[in-house]
């Protein structure tokens, strides 16, 4: 098992940063995939940003040039740098951890965009 344990959620105006941190424990050899998803009140989970093991990012359209993802291996832990947040980037973040066959989940953090 994988227990994975976001912090750095919160409240922020528009226009402001905020970064998420999570941290993953118990059987953690063998992580590859690291990333955030994130779901708004009555929406989907969708996600936000993807980093494999070695260090290559992938985003969505909707956080590019916004948002950086990035991990570091010996603190098994992955970031989530936001930057220029909108009322838009309101929702919960989950962090999520790729350990084959399964993906595991934190419990999430509230991000809220104050306009």
């Known amino acids: 098992q994988v227990q994975l344990v976001e912090s750095g959620g919160g409240l922020v105006q528009a226009g402001g940063s905020l970064r998420l941190s999570c941290a993953a424990s118990?059987?953690?050899?063998?992580?590859?995939?690291m990333g955030w998803y994130r779901q708004a009140a009555g929406n989907q989970r969708d996600l936000v940003a993807v980093?494999?093991?070695?260090?290559?990012?992938n985003y969505a359209d909707s956080v590019k040039g916004r948002f950086t993802i990035s991990r570091d291996n010996a603190k098994n832990t992955v970031y989530l740098q936001m930057n220029s947040l909108s009322p838009e980037d309101t929702a919960v973040y989950y962090c999520?951890?790729?350990?084959?066959?399964?993906?595991?989940w934190g419990q999430g953090t509230q991000v809220t965009v104050s306009s």
């Open positions: 118990g059987s953690i050899f063998g992580i590859e995939n």
């Open positions: 980093i494999s093991i070695m260090g290559y990012p």
């Open positions: 999520y951890a790729f350990r084959g066959p399964r993906n595991y």
